[in-house]
């Protein structure tokens, strides 16, 4: 470790958006991802934050168009193999791309509400970036959030603990923070 950094405890995150992805199947719940894809156009944007350079530059999350497939088999943009028995279930909801971190450039709020889904239980794999955006938004639009406190992950740098600044937040803001154990146990 480099001065400064501190050590965190890993969690299995991968492992626990796995079980929830179970727990809520098995209890019929609806379940919604919220991709995040680029397409060519949206390399040409004229500014951008720092991590979307990087994201803009490695490639991450890239599509070769918003109709086609090509190259999306295992790209940065594909789902982790873990989890696709779920996702193509033909029962997931696959909402459109969110484009920088949050829902207010997806279909996210309206799939939910046409179900008429105010209750979330929210999970992913960015917690300080997507996931705490996700979760302002849907507190914004009206939504009772969890947050699975386990069921998401940051990087640590230099600058900060990005898990740790995300998880302040949860526990300011949203209704709940459960962990991964505590949500399987309450859907159970």
Not at 13 to 18: A, C, D, F, L, S
Not at 69 to 81: I, K, R, T, V
Not at 87 to 109: A, L, Q, W
Not at 129 to 140: I, K, N, Q, Y
Request: charged fraction near 25%; include cysteine; aromatic fraction near 10%.
């Amino acid at each position: 470790m480099g001065r400064g950094r501190r050590k965190r405890d890993a969690q299995p995150t991968v492992e626990n958006i796995g079980r929830l992805f179970r727990a809520a199947k098995a209890k019929g719940l609806t379940v919604a991802i919220s991709p995040h894809y680029y397409y060519p156009t949206d390399h040409g944007w004229k500014f951008e934050g720092a991590l979307e350079k990087l994201m803009h530059k490695i490639g991450m999350f890239d599509r070769a168009g918003p109709l086609s497939l090509d190259g999306f088999e295992g790209s940065g943009a594909d789902y982790m193999p873990e989890y696709k028995e779920y996702i193509h279930d033909g029962k997931t909801i696959i909402c459109s791309p969110h484009k920088v971190y949050g829902p207010e450039t997806n279909d996210m709020v309206l799939q939910l509400r046409k179900r008429g889904i105010d209750q979330v239980i929210l999970a992913g794999m960015s917690a300080n970036l997507c996931t705490e955006s996700h979760m302002r938004e849907l507190l914004e639009q009206g939504f009772e959030v969890a947050v699975v406190s386990d069921g998401t992950a940051a990087a640590m740098l230099p600058e900060g603990d990005g898990y740790l600044a995300a998880l302040i937040n949860f526990r300011y803001m949203a209704n709940a923070v459960w962990s991964t154990d505590e949500v399987v146990e309450k859907l159970g």
